[in-house]
T-cell receptor, first 114, second 113 residues
């Protein structure tokens, strides 16, 4: 099957610091990865589409300077939450397409900003 | 706003019964649909998918039905088990294989032993 690994699974950081979340496709190459944000008991909200070797495409309302995305290789995309604030606390999830239609998800990262 | 929604936010069933989770979508150009299962604190898990040129697809204990006339999608789970308890999301894709997935609101399925 297609395995997507996300790290870390949980992170607590102080307000004003930056946090990096990694998303790796373990057994396939992913030219496109997606980053979602999910609030408690809510659905997944697409933040951005990450393409290997090019700039990410952000959804309307998502601050690109706040949420930095880097897709450096076919198996790794990173999301950096810069100058994090308590309102950035959320569950962040990445997904990757294996060259087909279905997207496979990482296990998510619970970010808490204190 | 969201183009995919769910009729029932919560569903409670008895173990062994069949479950039906419904989803309405509004984008007639969507070409692919997926059902995901999400357990608390975890990422969504792929269950089953269906292309827009099909109206039914079966997996192990699950069946997805697509009615393009009324833009309706359903997930049927046979002989529901306690391990099926989770939130279920439908997602629609438009833009081909490189398109984005847009998620519906989710239905929480609770299975009573």
């Amino acid at each position: 099957g297609a395995v997507v690994s996300q790290h870390p699974s949980r992170v607590i950081c102080k307000s004003g610091t930056s946090v990096k979340i990694e998303c790796r496709s373990l057994d396939f190459q992913a030219t496109t990865m997606f980053w979602y944000r999910q609030f408690p008991k809510k659905s997944l909200m697409l933040m951005a589409t990450s393409n290997e070797g090019s700039k990410a495409t952000y959804e309307q309302g998502v601050e690109k300077d706040k949420f930095l995305i880097n897709h450096a290789s076919l198996t790794l995309s990173t999301l950096t939450v810069t100058s994090a604030h308590p309102e950035d606390s959320s569950f962040y999830i990445c997904s990757a397409k294996r060259g087909g239609w279905a997207a496979f998800f990482g296990q998510g990262t619970r970010l808490t900003v204190v | 706003g969201e183009s995919v929604g769910l009729h029932l936010p919560t569903l409670s069933v008895q173990e062994g019964d069949n479950s039906i989770i419904n989803c309405a979508y509004s984008n007639s150009a969507s070409d692919y649909f997926i059902w995901y299962k999400q357990e608390s604190g975890k990422g969504p898990q792929f269950i089953i998918d269906i292309r827009s040129n099909m109206d039914k697809r079966q997996g192990q204990r699950v069946t997805v039905l697509l009615n393009k006339t009324v833009k309706h999608l359903s997930l049927q789970i046979a002989a529901t088990q306690p391990g099926d308890s989770a939130v279920y999301f439908c997602a629609e894709n438009y833009g081909g294989s490189q398109g984005n997935l847009i998620f519906g609101k989710g239905t929480k399925l609770s299975v009573k032993p």
